[in-house]
Nanobody, 121 residues
Framework: VQLQASGGGLAQAGGSLTLSCAAS????????MGWYRQAPGKQRELVAG???????NYADSVKGRFTISRDNAKNTVYLQMNSLKPEDTAVYYC????????????????WGQGTQVTVSS
């Protein structure tokens, strides 16, 4: 079971990027999903999260600019990032609480590989 993130890149301040993260493998269900980021020299921080029912929460620094969404049928979470700022520059990681088919069912907290977002001023 793994998370595969994509969509990072270079954007100008005020621009937009969309990140995607798809879970694959023997997945029974996925509960909470979210995006974190880590800038150089800083701790990893929660950017946005979403529950299986679709409720969302955001870091104060991204409220009104970023939107998290998910497609449960595709086991995929998205992060639409608008009005990007240079301080949004970081490696972005997706995270998911997944229940996986093993001998029975096992819960895992999964991390994607990280995708670089760079915002130039």
């Amino acid at each position: 079971v793994q998370l595969q993130a994509s969509g990072g890149g270079l954007a100008q301040a005020g621009g937009s990027l969309t990140l995607s993260c798809a879970a694959s493998g023997r997945i029974f269900s996925i509960n909470a999903m979210g995006w974190y980021r880590q800038a150089p020299g800083k701790q990893r921080e929660l950017v946005a999260g979403t529950s299986k029912s679709g409720s969302t929460n955001y870091a104060d620094s991204v409220k009104g600019r970023f939107t998290i969404s998910r497609d449960n049928a595709k086991n995929t979470v998205y992060l639409q990032m608008n009005s990007l700022k240079p301080e949004d520059t970081a490696v972005y990681y997706c995270n998911a609480d997944a229940v996986v088919f093993t001998a029975g069912l096992t819960s895992y907290n999964l991390w994607g590989q990280g995708t670089q977002v760079t915002v130039s001023s």
